[in-house]
């Protein structure tokens, strides 16, 4: 069997991830694909539109075949992790022999180039980095400056740093970094991104980014939002958003958890704060005066972003503060050898073939009843699935039907299955 893997948000699936799935199996001529997803936190340091299991539904009508889900820690964690635990957990199914990512570049040889640099990280890279970065510029922004300087004095051009401007692109370069890094066996391949950018806030009919989808849900009524998103979404995907609406489960977004994240920054102290991820010197009294000074979660976000803190390291830092997930802990899993276990959100008749060879060959425990590890004798699986577990008790606070807001579902929720 020929296994394609891709990492995915998937929030919601939209017409351009039902494109880069259908040119992935083409060029891969994969019969089976599996999807790492995110749960119900994201990348960006956000909550996800609709929760983790209506999201599998949605990956699953539309192709997918076997749905693992990105434990919570790496799911909201930078580029670096985020990609790192998802080649992991790709690595340790012992079946995929492909992985296909979107890209705005296309180009799988200046991915690689790029990402051979950022791996080896020469002596003029890493002391033009730390130059930028004294100089008050954002992680991204002076990696990327590092970059085109370490280029310049090396072959007097530079032909690569653009890459590294969008974000599709940066995913792309650590997923192949983290390839190199476990020295995997699964052949990388890359579809070029079409339609509007990654973080683009304008609809643009069939082929619209997850970012402007999301804005057009929050700032319309349901009907509204309706007509309007027909044409990017799949019709599975956009018939599981609005059964997840009508059930009150969604839409979920970052400012319904403002009232929440003002009484834990009011009620901490600076060093409590400092405690979190992401955080560094003296940053701890940015947030303690934010907290103390603003009254709406989009006050509060803009009190904390500058040029060098972004927005995306603002929001990871306060949904670490609202989940309880502490440096100590961070640093804790990602320095010792990424996901402690595969956990499985769904599959259909292909994945369920699959999923038995899985269970013979993977290198990790394969959960597909989480209330059978609850209090495992692997020390990292039941610490692990016990954060994942906190975070979707915080997440259902979000939800709008306040009869579903019930702690525990981590353990109570079935595996999404799909016959033929």
């Known amino acids: 069997m020929k296994v394609l ?27 089976c694909t599996v999807a ?9 340091g956000e909550p996800a539109l609709v929760d983790k299991w209506a999201r599998t539904e949605m990956a699953l009508l539309c192709g997918i075949d076997l749905v693992i889900e990105l434990p919570f820690i790496y799911a909201m964690s930078s580029a670096e992790y985020f990609a790192f635990g998802a080649v992991k957990l790709l690595d340790s199914l012992g079946v995929v022999n492909m992985m296909s990512f979107g890209s705005e570049s296309g180009s799988l040889e200046k991915l690689s180039e790029t990402a051979s640099i950022l791996s080896e990280e020469p002596e003029h890279f890493k002391h033009m980095l730390k130059e930028s970065l004294s100089r008050g510029k954002s992680y991204p922004a ?44 699964i052949i990388p391949m890359t579809i070029e991104r079409v339609g509007n950018k990654y973080n683009s806030v304008e609809l643009s009919d069939e082929l619209s980014s997850a970012t402007s989808i999301r ?50 920054l009011r009620r901490m102290s600076a060093e409590e704060i400092n405690s979190l991820p992401y955080m560094e010197q003296g940053l701890e009294n940015r947030f303690k005066q934010a907290g103390e000074s603003t009254g709406s979660y989009e006050d509060l976000l803009g009190a904390l972003c500058t040029r060098r803190y972004t927005n995306t390291r603002m929001q990871r830092i306060l949904f670490c503060l609202l989940t309880g997930l502490h440096k100590s802990k961070f640093d804790f ?3 010792n050898g990424g996901p402690a276990y595969i956990r499985v959100l769904g599959f259909n008749e292909t994945g369920r073939k699959l999923l038995s060879e899985i269970k013979d060959k993977a290198g990790l425990p394969v959960i597909t009843k989480a209330a059978n590890f609850k209090s495992s004798d692997l020390p ?5 699935l016990q954060m994942e577990a906190a975070a979707s008790d915080q997440y259902v606070l979000g939800f709008k039907n306040t009869a579903l807001r019930k702690s525990g579902s981590e353990f109570t929720r079935n595996v999404i299955c799909f016959s033929s």
């Open 215 to 264: 804005k057009i849900v929050a700032e319309n009524s349901w009907s509204d939002a309706r007509q309007l998103l027909a044409a990017a979404l799949p019709n599975q995907s956009l018939a599981i958003l609005e059964r997840e609406i009508e059930l009150g489960r969604g839409p979920v977004f970052p400012s319904d958890f403002g009232m929440l994240l003002f009484s834990l």
């Open 142 to 185: 002076a990696r990327q400056e590092a970059l085109s300087s370490y280029l310049v004095a090396k072959y007097n051009h530079d032909s690569l740093s653009d890459i590294l401007k969008n974000s599709n692109n940066i995913l792309a370069v650590e997923y192949l970094k983290a390839l190199k890094q476990l020295s995997s066996n």
């Open 333 to 335: 899993f990602n320095q």
């Open 5 to 31: 893997g891709i990492v995915s948000e998937y929030n919601p699936f939209h017409n351009g991830h039902l494109h880069h799935l259908k040119a992935s199996k083409a060029l891969s001529g994969a019969n």
């Open 380 to 384: 990292r699986v039941s610490d692990m």
């Open 36 to 44: 790492v997803m995110s749960g119900n936190f994201t990348q960006r």
